[in-house]
């Protein structure tokens, strides 16, 4: 029977295992940890919080099909989900229905501050919070997944069909050198972008060029990004794939074995430091249901 390999090939920290005492949920979309005793994870029943011993559920005012999470401070914390997005101060969820702005499903959250959040989604959604109210912005894109900035003046939103930047006056479309898709964005500044456009490519932004790192052996795609440093980045997608980047080259350290009876989806990965990385997803087939790693 084909088996999950996971080989680790860079250093720091002990190889990827897979998180067990997780309470049943269908889907785990999104993942931020602020401490290794203090990580929250979002999907299809709302969201769970870990203590680093034991996992918890969060319900009171949590909308189902949770799909993205952004942290300022561990006592505010944003999600969103179906048309809706939910604050935490520390002690109560706080939720706000958005379905007056005519949006559709809203599919990942960015902030600069508590005072400039933004909202993207599948039907050309962008939304803004200023403080005080959201309002929906135009912008030449939709079938959006990802949005990530260094500043107010400085954001990134992938689509499925462009990836698009804002510079504090206008959007514009932005040429990568590679195809579009659902993906992911993080970075460290304004001269310092990495795009993984789900694909087994992975671009970067310097400042006044993108760099195209070919992966060609590569299993799978990469769709989700994060680091805790410029030599020190994450990336997971498809058939269980995890990458890693140490400032120089991209190296897959784990994938699933070609022909497996299952199909590893890694959503979303996110860590508090060099040492303490989390990637969530699901796996269809054999054994249906969410799946959540650590290293």
Request: proline share 4%; with cysteine.
């Amino acid at each position: 029977m084909a088996v999950l390999l996971f080989v680790v090939g860079c250093g720091g920290g002990g190889p990827w295992q897979k998180v067990s005492g997780v309470p049943e949920v269908t889907s785990v979309d999104d993942v931020w940890a602020f401490a290794p005793n203090d990580v929250w994870v979002v999907g299809g029943q709302g969201l769970l919080h870990y203590d680093g011993s034991t996992w918890t559920r969060s319900q009171a005012g949590m909308p189902d099909g949770l799909t993205g999470i952004w942290g300022f401070a561990p006592n505010d914390i944003w999600v969103t989900g179906d048309a809706s997005v939910s604050r935490w101060n520390g002690t109560t969820w706080t939720a706000t229905s958005l379905r007056d702005r005519s949006i559709g499903g809203i599919e990942d959250i960015w902030g600069s501050s508590p005072t400039d959040v933004w909202l993207v989604g599948s039907d050309a959604t962008f939304l803004h919070w200023n403080g005080t109210t959201w309002a929906r912005v135009q912008a030449p894109s939709n079938q959006n997944n990802a949005v990530w900035g260094s500043g107010p003046n400085d954001i990134y939103v992938l689509g499925v069909f462009a990836l698009v930047h804002w510079n504090g006056m206008k959007w514009s479309r932005v040429d990568t050198g590679v195809s579009n898709g659902e993906g992911g964005i993080w970075g460290f500044g304004a001269s310092d972008v990495w795009v993984a456009p789900d694909s087994e490519r992975a671009v970067h932004w310097n400042g006044s060029a993108w760099k195209v790192y070919d992966n060609d052996d590569f299993v799978g795609e990469m769709s989700a990004i994060w680091g805790s440093a410029p030599d020190d980045i994450w990336a997971v997608g498809s058939a269980g794939s995890i990458a890693h980047f140490n400032g120089k080259s991209w190296s897959e350290v784990a994938h699933q074995d070609i022909g497996s009876p299952f199909l590893r989806m890694f959503k979303a990965v996110h860590g508090s430091g060099p040492d303490d990385t989390w990637a969530v997803g699901a796996e269809l087939g054999q054994h249906s249901g969410p799946i959540i790693y650590r290293r």
